[in-house]
C-alpha cells in the first residue's frame, strides 16, 4: 500500500487559493472542481511526493491536504483485488 494526498473540501473550498493545482508537477493529478469549489486528486496519479502538503500547510497557510492511505481514504473509489474502482 501507498500514500495518496486527499483534500478536505470544507477548508479547500472555504479558501479557495488553487495552489496545490499550480504546483503539483504530475499533470492532471491536482486538479479544481467548480461545482465543489474546491481542488481534488485523481488516486493514479498521485505520487506521493507531498508538494500539494508544503504548499497548502506551509505558503497558503490552509491545512487542507492530508498524506493518508490509500485504504484509507474517505470517498471517490473502492480497492478491488482486480485494481481500481471509481464510485
Not at 37 to 50: L, T
Not at 52 to 75: F, G, H, Q, R, T
Amino acid at each position: 500500500m501507498y500514500y495518496i494526498a486527499e483534500v478536505d473540501k470544507d477548508i479547500c473550498s472555504a479558501k479557495n487559493c488553487h495552489l496545490c493545482t499550480q504546483y503539483c508537477p504530475e499533470s492532471n493529478c491536482i486538479n479544481y472542481s467548480e461545482s465543489d469549489k474546491s481542488a481534488y486528486v485523481s488516486v493514479d496519479r498521485c505520487k506521493a511526493c507531498e508538494i500539494c502538503v508544503y504548499i497548502c500547510s506551509d505558503i497558503a497557510k490552509n491545512d487542507a491536504i492530508k498524506m493518508k492511505w490509500i485504504d484509507d481514504l474517505n470517498e471517490g473509489f473502492v480497492i478491488k483485488k482486480t485494481g481500481v474502482v471509481l464510485r
